[in-house]
């Protein structure tokens, strides 16, 4: 089956939706393709809260981003029976969770992009094929002619278009097209980043990902899974989990009874998508949530490997969420923990995808490195890019040891980060002429990805690279002509601003920087929903 399109979007992930989303309101025909049968990546089918800024409300986001958050938040007070409190909260969090402002259920927020992009669909410009994987790609010299794939009863489609977006979760076209990539952390003389490994670059030290699991909890009764084949292996993985949170700064218990703080230091609460205490209790008989402790998968990597090695580490993140849950349920006693098939849809609770929070990478017009946005070396705030698509609001998040052995490295440089632009430059693959990546395969760092690779900011990459495959159609131009002229460059960026993408951050002084809140709160975690 043969299919011909302007724009492809390979992979229906968060970044995929809004390149797909912003690619159509420019009157651009787009295909989109999609492995699940799930669309919306990190805040759907994986089953990940949107991880924000405390600013989110107020500034550092695009307009389409916003619209999607307000419109969860319309979907839950116009089909579930709410209690009052709850419904008149213009700021209504329906998980109530802890990593984010606005937690929500995977199944209402894949209802919302299809209602953002069904009039699209209605008016022929987008279609969305599910079931297929990409295998092959096409080529004439450094452009990509066509994309071929292997649907879920084993036909290949070939799909040509002029652009094509890779906003696969893993960079899958890179290696495909021959795009120079790449993976694993960067050694310090290439990058110069301080955070940057010393010695050689290490291309398989890859962030673990994590196969969440949804959960609902019924204490009167027992729902014990049956033993996972690799509990052994991973039981001691689970040591430092308690019954509650008894241990000063430990987020460790499931639950938080003895804690006064119990809304931000539970397990429970962290990644909760639906919290009963928003709605009628007499309806929901639990809350649903996803664990955050204990289920991070470092033991194999994704990007690099082959296929083989590849999916034992997918298998295997599956039995140690297994593992975790049975932990949870035959040691500490929580019997009553409901794995729920309903929720991703799936036989054992289990995500449709796991969430992996380092992709394959561009080697790039231009690379975002740490040293563009630490507060050590810009004391008066980040380096502005003249070619800024977007902004991104987090810190530097490694889910590693530092240098020396000690705490892991988020923990050491907290607060030690300005927020970011998103520079053009690093959507712009060094000789690949229309490949355009929309998600954690842009050009940024094994550092600096830990800064990029949040919901708001994905969406914000993809949204712009939606955005710079119609204007080159529309213009005739190609992305790297538009980055390096200076009149180009403007009149793409004023395209962006009349879509609501924003572009740069207000001014933040050193007393209303996210780094001074480390010292004035001491609980205070950058992107957690607390409102400041």
């Known amino acids: 089956m043969e299919y011909q399109t302007d724009i492809l979007v390979v992979g229906a992930s968060f970044g995929g939706v809004s390149a797909a989303l912003s690619a159509v309101k420019m009157g651009k025909r787009v295909i989109m393709t999609e492995e699940t049968g799930w669309i919306g990546g990190q805040a759907t089918g994986q089953g990940v ?16 981003y916003m619209t999607f958050r307000s419109k969860v938040r319309e979907y839950y007070r116009r089909n579930y029976p709410m209690n009052e409190k709850a419904r008149q909260d213009l700021t209504l969090n329906p998980g109530a969770c802890w990593v984010s402002a606005i937690g929500f259920e995977p199944r209402v927020g894949e209802a919302v992009l299809e209602e953002m992009l069904a009039p699209y669909r209605s008016a022929g410009l987008l279609s969305i094929l599910k079931g297929l994987t990409p295998v092959k790609t096409t080529m004439t010299g450094d452009f990509i002619d066509a994309v071929e794939f292997q649907s879920i009863d084993g036909k290949q489609v070939t799909i040509t278009a002029k652009y094509i977006v890779d906003a696969t979760e893993l960079g899958d076209l890179l290696p495909m097209c021959g795009a120079e990539h790449v993976t694993g952390a960067e050694s310090i003389s290439q990058t110069g980043e301080p955070l940057a490994l010393e010695g050689e670059a290490d291309p398989l030290r890859q962030q673990p990902f994590t196969h969440l699991i949804a959960l609902s909890y019924h204490p009167e009764k027992d729902f014990t899974i049956p033993k996972p084949a690799s509990y052994e292996k991973f039981y001691s993985k689970f040591s430092h989990i308690t019954a509650t949170t008894e241990r000063s700064g430990a987020m460790a218990g499931l639950f938080a009874e003895n804690d006064v703080e119990a809304y931000r230091q539970s397990m429970w609460n962290f990644r909760r998508h639906f919290c009963r205490d928003n709605f009628d209790r007499t309806f929901f008989n639990s809350d649903l949530t996803v664990l ?106 490694i889910h590693e040891k530092s240098k020396d052995g000690g705490p892991n490295i988020t923990s050491a440089v907290h607060g030690q980060h300005w927020v970011q632009q998103l520079p053009l430059g690093a959507l712009i693959p060094v000789r690949i002429q229309n490949l355009i990546p929309a998600c954690k395969n842009i050009g940024t760092t094994h550092v600096t990805n830990g800064s990029f690779r949040v919901h708001s900011t994905e969406w914000n990459i993809g949204e712009a690279a939606g955005a710079l495959a119609a204007h080159c159609l529309k213009t005739g131009e190609s992305p790297r002509a538009v980055r390096n002229t200076k009149t180009m460059l403007e009149d793409f960026q004023y395209r962006l601003d009349k879509l609501g993408v924003e572009r740069g951050w207000p001014r933040l002084s050193p007393s209303y920087s996210y780094a001074s809140y480390v010292g004035k709160y001491k609980n205070w975690y950058f992107g957690e929903a607390k409102r400041l």
């Open 49 to 64: 809260p949107m991880d924000e800024h405390p600013w989110i409300e107020k500034f550092g986001h695009t307009t389409s």
């Open 292 to 397: 955050m402790n204990g289920n991070e998968y470092r033991d194999r990597v994704l990007a690099g490997v082959s296929q083989t090695e590849k999916q034992t580490a997918l298998e295997e993140a599956k039995e140690l969420s297994l593992s975790l849950v049975y932990y949870l349920q035959t040691e500490l006693g929580f019997k009553g923990l409901m794995p729920r098939p309903d929720v991703f849809e799936t036989s054992d609770g289990l995500a449709a995808h796991p969430y992996i929070r380092e992709s394959r990478r561009i080697q790039a017009e231009f690379t975002i490195c740490e040293q563009d946005f630490r507060v050590d070396m810009h004391p008066d705030g980040p380096i502005d890019y003249f070619d800024s698509v977007g902004v991104s609001g987090y810190r530097i998040d």
